[in-house]
């Protein structure tokens, strides 16, 4: 059980990678688990959920991949485990999908954006591969300067590239086409992500500048599912070591979904309240309680 919760420590440490990339290694551990333990020892499930929804509890994938399990796990461990392994199987399909749907929103435009964002890139190269010449906006990311790794990783993929500060950007909005995001969570109220998005949202809709995110389904966040969802505090450290005086570190915010044009994915271009119907179709396992608990705990 101890290499499996430090596998969850891992993803909860990371400060690197998006929500999908950590979705994923949160499937192959869970899948891991079962396949090592889950028929001999079903007791550790429960902390072990609670666990991968403490990771990085503003990620929504991760939240629905513990209400995924509790459901499956109902007609038991064999049951769980195949729809692990169709998750992985199936997420090449859903990008292609997306990917297809993001073409159209971004051809031909100058794109504004604050940080990486893992479904948003594969759009990217697929403009690149038919030939198309793509310009980007994007800010640097403090604290970690996200930003600027990922300008110059747009560089090194042939894209004309402007970096400006965290605070400069609001005031470019009105030289881009369009502003095209990514996301860590999307709620029936918000749309949760990089600090920055919402007010980068309320200029672009004073500008008028179109504003979509670029996310699959895995990250439209139940109402149920709310409570284990947690923006966190980081390190203080990262912004100014040794400082005098306090400080806040708030890696994501929340933007009203009504700033938002439209949300790219694998279902096609959906509007604020198309996203909300969506959401409002899931289904939750009541032993999320459970889970709840030990989070609480």
């Known amino acids: ?33 079962i396949e090592e333990r889950g028929e001999t020892r079903p007791q550790e499930l429960t902390l072990l959920l609670a666990k991968t ?6 990620m929504a994938p991760l939240l629905n991949l513990v209400n995924q399990i509790l459901l499956a796990w109902e007609s038991g461990p064999k049951k769980t485990q195949a729809l692990l392994k169709r998750i992985l199987e199936g997420e090449e399909t859903s990008t292609t999908t997306l990917v297809e749907e993001g073409i159209k929103v971004l051809r031909g435009k100058r794109i504004v954006t604050l940080s990486r964002s893992s479904t948003l890139l594969k759009v990217i190269e697929a403009l690149l591969k038919e030939g198309e010449r793509v310009e980007m906006l994007i800010s640097e990311g403090r604290p970690l300067m996200g930003g600027a790794a990922t300008a110059r990783l747009f560089c090194e993929m042939g894209i004309g590239v402007t970096l400006c500060t965290d605070g400069l950007i609001f005031s470019l909005v009105g030289e881009g086409d369009v502003v095209a995001l990514g996301a860590d969570a999307i709620t029936p109220q918000f ?59 708030f890696y994501f915010d929340q933007t009203p979904l009504a700033y938002i044009t ?18 409002k179709k899931s289904k939750v396992s009541t032993q999320i309680k459970e889970v709840l608990k030990y989070t609480e705990g």
């Open 1 to 33: 059980m101890k290499r499996f919760i430090e596998r969850i420590d891992a993803i909860a440490k990371d400060r690197t990678h998006g929500a999908r990339e950590l979705y994923r290694q949160g499937v192959e551990t869970l899948l891991a688990w």
């Open 262 to 279: 439209g949300t790219v994915t694998e279902k096609g271009i959906l509007t604020p309240e198309e996203l909300r119907r969506l959401i």
């Open 53 to 58: 929804a403490q990771a990085q509890p503003s």
């Open 191 to 249: 749309l949760v992500n990089r600090c920055g998005t919402y007010p980068l949202a309320l200029v672009a809709k004073d500008r008028g500048v179109p504003f979509y995110t670029f996310t699959d389904t895995k990250k439209l966040l139940p109402q149920e599912l709310v409570p284990l969802f947690r923006i966190e505090d980081h390190d203080p450290g990262e912004v100014m070591k040794g400082a005098p005086f306090s400080i806040v570190n």
